[in-house]
């Protein structure tokens, strides 16, 4: 999926403010014994981050899991109420209710055991030559089993109207390709720890002992060659290198298999070119993976396909599987309660129908008509910052400004639901609604193959407490599960507003011009509208705001990879800037003290307690090899470190922590 969220999380109700101040600001949170200048993250924070550890359920426990437990409270009592049996239940009722049921009864799940899986799994194992494997192939993709590449559809990046069958890298397990290839003492270890875990699994599957480990050190071979063949993330971002369109012809070049076969046997329409986003990656996979026989595609299958279901299968599997993906990976010490799992496999599988009812109880024409207020500001301040750049010509600033009126801005909830009156769901089946969900968006993803591009479409579910900018739709949107308290409050201080809220628009709106967004107009097209000198102008800041995210250690030995995590260190940093301008357009120098601070600080404050946050080391870890996103505290630390503005409003002086001598800025 091409879009930039605002953090890699995935999961409200109106609240009363967050603290007895009178600004609304959570003063309780923050810990004044710290000097501002020295850590604000700390002296904003501190409190909070001394009083919530991470829940043993989470890896993870901040600002926006808190609003994310929240929300998922009003979600269960929608789905609770829709699942009770009566007469004249609607029908998107009894499709919630019923697939929450059914993910409920771990009685029935337990008692028919591996049975739903099995048909699959003899399959897989009757397999005896090439043919019968692509076969097997078209089925696992259709069911949505994510083996050996991923096909699907999405706008052409160079004509953004029309959306293209498109084949990408994929089918690994381990979060990231390093995972295989990395020799360090602590890559070695999870290497082993994922084998005695894929064992495990191929034990409870029924193999013997002997047949498991074999089984399990083939996938680790086979995914550690996909793995070889597969682009690291950084130079995946890069929407340049991800382009290339090529004949089927070409294609069958690159790989000698039945493409023909496998396109029409998973559903896509008919059509002539693709893009190929990696043609290295398919043409070393068709090279390297094994050929001459079909025994270690067998346990490659079979794992993936124990792998996704591990959700629906008997609790052995599912402990098993938190054992290895949650408490070893991301250091979770107990699986999240069923009901709240269960909520999130309603929302993930069926989220439109869920969207409809929680924006009934959870969003209101007020909240949308106060929020288009706020966009409207940041895009008039985000203008204003754009024509102030010393930095840039008139004719690149004149091309920006018509990409930021072109920029689409969706608040709540999508124009359109989707339909989801063809999957059948049944009370006592999770194993089958699951599959028939699956399979369902999948259909529905390839059946966009060949057709205009709908650019209204959301690409997150409407409680989720996040927002997104789509580079090839040019939208910034922000679903009503994040539209509250702490970061947006109508009743509270407009400072805090536009610190928090302010901030996270600003932040999306400015990765339209992110390293990445860039290279996108104002129509969502890739296509250069810098400058020569512009452009490596605007390489150069971005160079120094990726040295200085390297810099910061997220734990141990491991840093941030400031590459990584550019786009989205540049959107906090012209975001927080553009906010503020807006409050300051807004406050015309109407100063007022609330609760002892001024205005900027309260909106800095405001900025700084979104970002409270608390993760395990492990967490931490896999969050710097993976994620786009900074940890909280260098969100926070590593934006005002370069803003003036802010080491203004603290009187912070030359030489503190809080001011770089070396100071960034792009937007
Ligand atoms: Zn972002």
Same mark, same amino acid.
């Given at each position: ?17 967050? /603290? ?14 710290? &000097? ?56 998107? &009722? ?6 929450? %049921?059914?993910?409920?009864? %771990? ?18 194992? /009757? ?18 089993? #994510? ?8 706008? @052409? ?67 550690? %060659? ?39 046997? $998973? ?22 993976? =094994? ?5 270690? *595609?067998?346990?490659?299958?079979? *794992? ?18 938190? @054992? ?103 009370? &006592? ?28 479409? *959301? ?5 989720? $407490? ?23 409050? =109508? ?10 809220? #302010?901030? $996270? ?25 810098? %400058? ?29 990879? #400031? ?15 553009? /906010? ?30 979104? *970002? ?56």
């Amino acid at each position: 999926m091409n879009y930039r969220p605002l953090l890699a999380l995935f999961a409200l109700p109106v609240l009363a403010l967050a /603290a007895d101040s009178a600004s609304g600001l959570d003063t309780a949170a923050m810990n004044k014994s710290v &000097d501002p200048c020295v850590d604000f993250h700390q002296y904003a924070c501190g409190n909070w981050i001394a009083h919530n550890p991470v829940p043993a359920d989470r890896a993870r426990w901040g600002r926006f899991t808190e609003l994310n437990d929240r929300n998922e409270k009003v979600l269960l009592d929608i789905i609770q109420g829709a699942a009770v049996e009566r007469p004249g239940r609607s029908a998107l &009722d009894q499709k919630i209710g019923d697939f929450f %049921t059914s993910c409920m009864d %771990t009685a029935a799940i337990n008692k028919k055991g591996l049975a739903p899986l099995q048909p699959e799994l003899d399959r897989i194992n /009757a397999m005896s030559n090439r043919e019968e494997v692509l076969v097997e192939l078209v089925r696992l993709h259709r069911r949505g089993v #994510g083996v050996l590449f991923s096909f699907g559809a999405q706008p @052409d990046a160079k004509d953004s109207t029309r959306t293209i069958a498109s084949l990408g890298q994929g089918g690994l397990s381990l979060p990231d390709r390093d995972y295989y290839l990395k020799t360090d003492p602590k890559s070695v270890e999870t290497r082993q720890r994922y084998v005695e875990h894929m064992k495990k699994m191929f034990r409870l599957a029924g193999d013997s002992p002997e047949n498991a480990a074999a089984k399990a050190q083939t996938v680790l071979d086979f995914e550690t %060659t996909i793995a070889k063949a597969s682009a690291d993330r950084v130079s995946m971002r890069d929407p340049n290198k991800r382009y290339h369109i090529l004949s089927k012809q070409e294609l069958q070049a690159l790989a000698p298999w039945d493409w023909e076969g496998y396109f029409k046997g $998973v559903g896509a329409p008919a059509f002539e070119t693709l893009n190929v986003s990696g043609p290295d990656f398919i043409k070393q996979i068709a090279a390297t993976l =094994p050929t001459d026989t079909v025994n270690p *595609w067998q346990a490659y299958f079979t *794992w993936h396909l124990l792998r996704q279901a591990a959700a629906q299968l008997p609790e052995a599997f599912e402990n098993e599987s938190f @054992d290895f993906w949650q408490r070893y990976l991301t250091g979770a010490k107990e699986p999240r309660p069923r009901s709240a799992r269960c909520v999130a496999v309603v929302d993930r599988s069926l989220g439109d129908l869920l969207g409809q009812k929680y924006i009934e109880v959870a969003f209101g024409p007020d909240a949308k008509a106060q929020i288009g207020q706020l966009v409207d500001a940041l895009d008039k301040a985000l203008g204003k910052d754009i024509q102030g750049l010393p930095w840039m010509t008139d004719t690149t600033k004149k091309a920006a400004l018509d990409k930021l009126k072109a920029i689409t801005n969706n608040v709540g909830y999508p124009k359109k639901w989707r339909d989801y009156s063809k999957v059948t769901v049944a009370r &006592d089946d999770l194993f089958g609604n699951s599959l028939r969900a699956a399979e369902a968006i999948q259909q529905d993803r390839l059946q966009r193959i060949g057709k205009p591009t709908d650019k209204t479409e *959301w690409s997150m579910t409407t409680p989720t $407490v996040n927002a997104f900018y789509s580079p090839q739709n040019n939208s910034i949107n922000f679903p009503a599960g994040i539209l509250q308290s702490p970061f947006f409050d =109508p009743r509270r201080d407009i400072a805090l507003n536009y610190g928090a809220a #302010g901030m $996270v628009i600003g932040h999306e709106m400015t990765h339209g011009f992110d390293d990445q967004g860039r290279k996108f107009d104002g129509d969502g097209n890739l296509r250069d509208w810098w %400058t020569p000198k512009d452009g490596a102008e605007f390489e150069k800041r971005v160079a120094c705001v990726a040295d200085e995210y390297s810099g910061f250690t997220a734990v141990d030995d491991v840093k941030l990879n #400031g590459r990584l995590t550019l786009g989205e260190n540049t959107a906090d940093n012209g975001g927080l800037r553009v /906010a503020l301008m807006a409050l300051q357009d807004t406050l015309k120098g109407k100063e007022s003290l609330l609760d002892g601070f001024t205005p900027e600080q309260r909106f800095f404050l405001g900025f700084a307690q979104i *970002w409270c946050e608390n993760s395990t080391p492990q967490s931490e870890r896999q969050q710097a090899l993976t994620n786009p996103h900074s940890p909280g505290r260098y969100r926070v630390d590593g934006t005002l470190q370069n803003m003036p503005e802010f080491q203004k409003a603290f009187s912070c002086k030359a030489g503190q922590p809080m001011v770089s001598s070396n100071a960034c800025r792009v937007w």
